[in-house]
């Protein structure tokens, strides 16, 4: 496991041009002074204290991902719960440059626990943190309790994972016929 400062060397000066955009907004994105090391990439929030940042994979480990500085993030450990897990190397670098805020991040977790799914479900059915953003209306937001809030969207999420489900089934039906019809 390479370390916090390894990683971070990686990325600031050695990654090739094409995924040097993860880093190369660094000022922008979280101001001159925050060392990349002590920074969650996608949120932004300080992660000096131990435990609070992890150094998470790329590639899983599971899947053969190496144990070099190149297939690492620093992470908080909220935005390492919602690093998606099937994505491909390309995917990842276009995910963590999309910023999304730590209490944000919080929020999804909320919501997935009232529409009683995990990022597993919602995942197998294309649904992704920032989908669950999008379902965050102005009519969820004036609603009047917080509890009312997350029970809303929870339902919205249900709705859209249902769908999309629904969605993937019917396309692999599609397929199915077609390569069916091929064969005649
Ligand atoms: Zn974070």
């Known amino acids: 496991m390479p370390t916090r400062n390894q990683i971070g060397w990686w990325w600031l000066y050695e990654s090739p041009h094409s995924e040097r955009n993860v ?3 660094w000022a922008e994105r ?3 002074t925050r060392k990349i090391e002590h920074t969650c990439w996608k949120c932004g929030d300080l992660i000096k204290t131990k435990g609070m940042g992890v150094r998470a994979h790329i590639e899983a480990h599971k899947n053969g991902g190496s144990s070099k ?3 690492f993030f620093m992470l908080c450990v909220v935005c390492h719960l919602h ?6 190397r390309p995917e990842q670098i276009e995910w963590i440059q999309r910023p999304i805020s730590h209490e944000k991040n919080v929020a999804i977790e909320m919501i997935y626990a009232y529409a009683n799914i995990t990022k597993e479900d919602a995942e197998t059915a294309g649904v992704y943190s920032e ?10 937001a004036v609603s009047r309790h917080l509890t009312n809030f997350y029970s809303n969207v929870g339902w919205k999420l249900n709705k859209l994972v249902k769908d999309r489900n629904a969605e993937l089934l ?6 199915q016929k077609d390569s ?3 064969n005649l």
């Open 170 to 175: 019917a396309r692999k039906a599609a397929a």
């Open 23 to 25: 880093v190369n907004k």
């Open 131 to 140: 989908d669950v953003i999008e379902l965050i209306t102005p009519d969820c």
């Open 83 to 88: 690093q998606p897990d099937a994505m491909t």
């Open 30 to 32: 979280f101001g001159r």
């Open 69 to 71: 500085p190149e297939n």
């Open 180 to 182: 069916c019809s091929i």
